[in-house]
């Protein structure tokens, strides 16, 4: 059989589109379909597809109140939670990035970090208008190439929401990704993050 001849749904989803899945049907408990198609930014039929590999993966369950994580897509959720602990909303106007931004923290993986170009590559790939990676170390966030402070300009933000909220441990990388909507921000950040995991 031959790509052309190929008749079924082609997977219009992302790996980013199943991270994200994983992390609302855990916070929520349970979602259906439209709601987790609104939630990802998703058709019909898109999701529907997203839906059915989840569950012959064996992440997921249907039940009547929507899709539910299994064991394995707990112990998933868990494994990716460890690795990606903290991801929110940020202000980064302060830094010029555009209306929204998203910061992940990528716990212990400034060694995996060369010049952050990956990570700006990746984000822009899913609809972000670019990302910045930055590693914390010695207490300061820093950039990856040079080792520059971020703080030493004096502007406090993003950088404060950083340490007092994500509390990034010595050798923790950041990506910060920008959009004109907060979607597209987050799966930039997201997936800029799936670079370093």
Not at 14 to 27: G, T
Not at 105 to 133: F, N, Y
């Amino acid at each position: 059989m031959t790509a052309a001849d190929y008749k079924g749904p082609r997977a219009a989803f992302l790996e980013v589109h199943v991270l994200k899945a994983i992390f609302e049907i855990s916070k929520l408990g349970s979602v259906g379909r439209g709601r987790l198609g609104t939630l990802l930014n998703l058709g019909q039929g898109e999701v529907r597809t997203l839906i059915k590999r989840l569950k012959d993966r064996g992440l997921i369950r249907i039940e009547a109140s929507g899709c539910v994580l299994t064991q394995k897509g707990r112990r998933e959720y868990s494994a990716i939670s460890h690795s990606l602990p903290w991801v929110s909303l940020v202000d980064g106007r302060a830094l010029g990035m555009g209306k929204y931004s998203y910061a992940v923290l990528i716990r212990g993986k400034t060694g995996k970090v060369k010049k952050g170009l990956e990570q700006r590559d990746a984000s822009i790939k899913v609809g972000a208008s670019g990302a910045i990676t930055v590693v914390y170390s010695s207490g300061r966030f820093r950039f990856p190439d040079d080792r520059t402070d971020c703080e030493k300009s004096g502007k406090t933000e993003p950088w404060e929401t950083l340490r007092s909220v994500a509390r990034p441990r010595e050798n923790d990388a950041f990506v910060i990704s920008f959009a004109s909507n907060s979607i597209f921000a987050e799966y930039g950040a997201l997936s800029a993050a799936l670079t370093l995991v």
